[in-house]
C-alpha cells in the first residue's frame, strides 16, 4: 500500500502531522475524521504517484541500519546523555540519508513538546506500532534503554528465522528456474534442429519421437503467446492481489498447502507469540497488544482473525478461548497458552511457545531443504531423459534396422 502524509488538527486544538498507510487519500481522511479529528492535509509520501509529484525517492532504510541506531541510542541514553543529546551525537556521526534527516525530524518534535514514543510515531512507515509500544513501555517504567535492547533482541530472534527460511529457499528456487530455462532451450532450439534431420533423410519416427516434436512445435509456435499469457496473469493476481477479501482467500489457502501449511502457520504462531510476549512485558493492555501484534502479521487471514480474537475478549471471552474459536492455532499451542492465562505468566508462556515453534520451523526447513532438492533433481532427470531417449530412439530403430 501506498504511505501518505497527513497533518490534523486533533479535538484537543494540537496540530499533528504523522505518515500512515492506506489505499486511498479517501479512506484515510474518512477514517481521520472518524477518530474525531479536523483534517488539513494528506498527500502521497511513497509509492508509484509520489515519483512524479515529489521527483525522486530516497532510499529506504536498511534494517541493519535500524539496528545500529537503537544500539548506539541506547548505550548513550544508558550512558547518562539526555534524549536529545544522544540524538544529536548520532545525527553528527552518521551519513546524510534518510535516516539521518527522520532523526533531525524527530530530534525537533521532542525539542518542541513532543514524548519520544510521540516523535518516532509520527514516522510509523519507518518505526512500527511495536518499537513505539516499546518506546511507551520505557517511558512508563522510566528504563528506555532496556526496551530498546529488548526490542533490538526481538528484531534479531524475527530475522534470524526470516533468514533461515530465505537461505533455505535460495537453492531450490535457482534449481527450479535454471532447469525451467534449460528445458525451454531444449524444446526450442535442441529438439527441431535434431530432428530435423530425420525429417530430410525420410525415417519413420517412432510415436514418442513424434510426441516430443508435437510439443515442441506447439511452445515453439505458440511462444509468444504463451509469455503473453503468463504476463497476464501475473498482471491479473497482482492486481486481484490488491483486494484484502483476495488477499485472504489466498492466505488462507496457503495454510492449509500440505507441509508447508504447516511451516508457514508454526512461523506465523512464533512471530505472534513473541511479539505478543515483547509488547505485554512492557505493560500494554493484552486487547492493544493483540491489535499492535496483527500489524506484524504477513498473513491478511490470520491478521483478521487476530482482530476477531481482540473483539472476543473485549466481550469478555478468555484469549486461548478466543484463539480456538478461529480454528487455526495448533491444539499444543492453545494448551500451553491457557496454562500462562489462569496462572498469571502469560508473557512468560508465550516466550516458550515462540521458542518451541522456531524450533519445529527449523527442523521443518531442514527436513523440506534435505527432500525438496534430491527430488527436482529426479524430476528434472526424468524429463532430460525423456527427451534424450526420445531423439534417440530413430537411431536406435535404424540400427535395428540394419542388423
Same mark, same amino acid.
Given at each position: 500500500? &501506498?504511505v501518505?502524509?497527513?497533518?490534523?488538527?486533533t479535538?484537543?486544538g494540537?496540530?499533528?502531522e504523522?505518515?500512515?498507510?492506506?489505499?486511498?487519500?479517501t479512506? +484515510?481522511?474518512?477514517?481521520?475524521?472518524h477518530?474525531g479529528?479536523?483534517?488539513?492535509?494528506?498527500?502521497k509520501?511513497?509509492?508509484?504517484?509520489?515519483f512524479?509529484e515529489?521527483?525522486?525517492r530516497?532510499?529506504?532504510i536498511?534494517f541493519k541500519?535500524?539496528i545500529v541506531?537503537?544500539?548506539?541510542?541506547s548505550?548513550?541514553i544508558?550512558?547518562?546523555?539526555p534524549i536529545i543529546?544522544?540524538?544529536?551525537?548520532?545525527?553528527?556521526?552518521?551519513?546524510?540519508?534518510?535516516?539521518?534527516?527522520?532523526? +533531525?525530524?524527530?530530534?525537533?518534535?521532542?525539542s518542541?513538546?513532543?514524548?519520544?514514543?510521540?516523535a518516532?510515531?509520527n514516522?510509523?512507515?519507518?518505526f512500527?506500532?511495536?518499537?513505539?509500544a516499546?518506546?511507551q513501555?520505557g517511558e512508563?517504567?522510566?528504563?528506555?534503554?532496556?526496551?530498546l535492547?529488548?526490542?533490538?533482541?526481538y528484531?534479531?530472534k524475527?530475522?534470524?528465522?526470516?533468514q533461515k527460511?530465505?537461505s533455505?529457499s535460495?537453492?531450490?528456487?535457482?534449481l527450479?528456474?535454471?532447469?525451467l530455462?534449460s528445458?525451454?532451450?531444449?524444446m526450442?532450439?535442441?529438439?527441431?534442429?535434431?530432428?530435423?534431420t530425420?525429417?530430410?533423410a525420410?525415417?519413420?519416427? &517412432?510415436?514418442?519421437?513424434l510426441?516430443?516434436?508435437?510439443?515442441?512445435?506447439?511452445?515453439?509456435?505458440?511462444?509468444?503467446?504463451i509469455?503473453?499469457?503468463?504476463?497476464?496473469?501475473v498482471?491479473?493476481?497482482k492486481y486481484?492481489m490488491?483486494?484484502?477479501?483476495?488477499r485472504?482467500?489466498?492466505?488462507r489457502?496457503k495454510l492449509?498447502?500440505?507441509?508447508i501449511?504447516d511451516?508457514y502457520?508454526n512461523y506465523?504462531i512464533?512471530?505472534l507469540s513473541?511479539?505478543?510476549?515483547?509488547?505485554?512485558?512492557?505493560?500494554t493492555?493484552l486487547?492493544?497488544?493483540?491489535?499492535?501484534?496483527?500489524?506484524?502479521?504477513?498473513n491478511?487471514?490470520?491478521?483478521?482473525s487476530?482482530?476477531g480474537?481482540?473483539g472476543?475478549i473485549?466481550?469478555?471471552a478468555?484469549f486461548?478461548?478466543s484463539l480456538?474459536?478461529?480454528?487455526?492455532f495448533?491444539?499444543l499451542?492453545?494448551?500451553?497458552?491457557?496454562s500462562g492465562e489462569?496462572?498469571g505468566?502469560l508473557?512468560q508462556?508465550?516466550?516458550?511457545?515462540?521458542?518451541?515453534?522456531e524450533?519445529?520451523v527449523d527442523?521443518r526447513?531442514?527436513v523440506?531443504?534435505?527432500s525438496i532438492?534430491p527430488a527436482?533433481?529426479? +524430476?528434472?532427470?526424468?524429463l532430460?531423459?525423456?527427451?534424450?531417449l526420445?531423439m534417440?530412439?530413430?537411431?536406435?530403430?535404424?540400427a535395428?534396422?540394419?542388423?
Amino acid at each position: 500500500m &501506498p504511505v501518505y502524509r497527513y497533518k490534523i488538527s486533533t479535538p484537543a486544538g494540537r496540530i499533528v502531522e504523522k505518515s500512515i498507510t492506506g489505499s486511498n487519500k479517501t479512506s +484515510i481522511k474518512e477514517y481521520l475524521e472518524h477518530e474525531g479529528n479536523f483534517v488539513l492535509d494528506i498527500r502521497k509520501e511513497y509509492g508509484f504517484g509520489a515519483f512524479f509529484e515529489k521527483g525522486k525517492r530516497k532510499g529506504r532504510i536498511k534494517f541493519k541500519d535500524l539496528i545500529v541506531f537503537n544500539q548506539e541510542f541506547s548505550v548513550l541514553i544508558k550512558a547518562g546523555l539526555p534524549i536529545i543529546q544522544a540524538l544529536n551525537a548520532i545525527i553528527k556521526k552518521g551519513e546524510e540519508d534518510e535516516l539521518s534527516d527522520v532523526l +533531525i525530524s524527530i530530534r525537533n518534535d521532542i525539542s518542541g513538546g513532543a514524548s519520544l514514543s510521540e516523535a518516532f510515531g509520527n514516522y510509523s512507515h519507518i518505526f512500527s506500532n511495536l518499537y513505539v509500544a516499546s518506546l511507551q513501555s520505557g517511558e512508563k517504567s522510566g528504563n528506555i534503554p532496556l526496551a530498546l535492547t529488548g526490542y533490538i533482541d526481538y528484531m534479531k530472534k524475527i530475522s534470524q528465522i526470516r533468514q533461515k527460511i530465505i537461505s533455505a529457499s535460495v537453492y531450490p528456487v535457482i534449481l527450479t528456474v535454471v532447469s525451467l530455462f534449460s528445458l525451454i532451450f531444449l524444446m526450442i532450439y535442441v529438439v527441431p534442429s535434431f530432428t530435423s534431420t530425420y525429417f530430410e533423410a525420410g525415417t519413420e519416427l &517412432p510415436g514418442l519421437t513424434l510426441f516430443l516434436v508435437g510439443i515442441s512445435n506447439y511452445i515453439k509456435s505458440k511462444f509468444i503467446y504463451i509469455l503473453v499469457l503468463l504476463a497476464a496473469a501475473v498482471t491479473a493476481l497482482k492486481y486481484s492481489m490488491r483486494s484484502d477479501s483476495f488477499r485472504a482467500y489466498i492466505d488462507r489457502i496457503k495454510l492449509k498447502i500440505p507441509f508447508i501449511g504447516d511451516l508457514y502457520s508454526n512461523y506465523s504462531i512464533s512471530k505472534l507469540s513473541r511479539t505478543l510476549s515483547t509488547i505485554l512485558r512492557g505493560g500494554t493492555p493484552l486487547v492493544e497488544s493483540i491489535r499492535i501484534s496483527s500489524g506484524v502479521m504477513d498473513n491478511i487471514f490470520l491478521k483478521e482473525s487476530l482482530m476477531g480474537v481482540a473483539g472476543s475478549i473485549e466481550k469478555g471471552a478468555g484469549f486461548a478461548e478466543s484463539l480456538s474459536n478461529t480454528g487455526v492455532f495448533p491444539v499444543l499451542s492453545l494448551k500451553m497458552i491457557e496454562s500462562g492465562e489462569s496462572g498469571g505468566a502469560l508473557e512468560q508462556v508465550l516466550e516458550e511457545v515462540a521458542d518451541f515453534y522456531e524450533s519445529d520451523v527449523d527442523t521443518r526447513i531442514s527436513v523440506l531443504t534435505s527432500s525438496i532438492e534430491p527430488a527436482l533433481m529426479v +524430476i528434472m532427470g526424468l524429463l532430460i531423459g525423456f527427451i534424450v531417449l526420445a531423439m534417440y530412439m530413430p537411431i536406435f530403430q535404424m540400427a535395428g534396422t540394419v542388423t
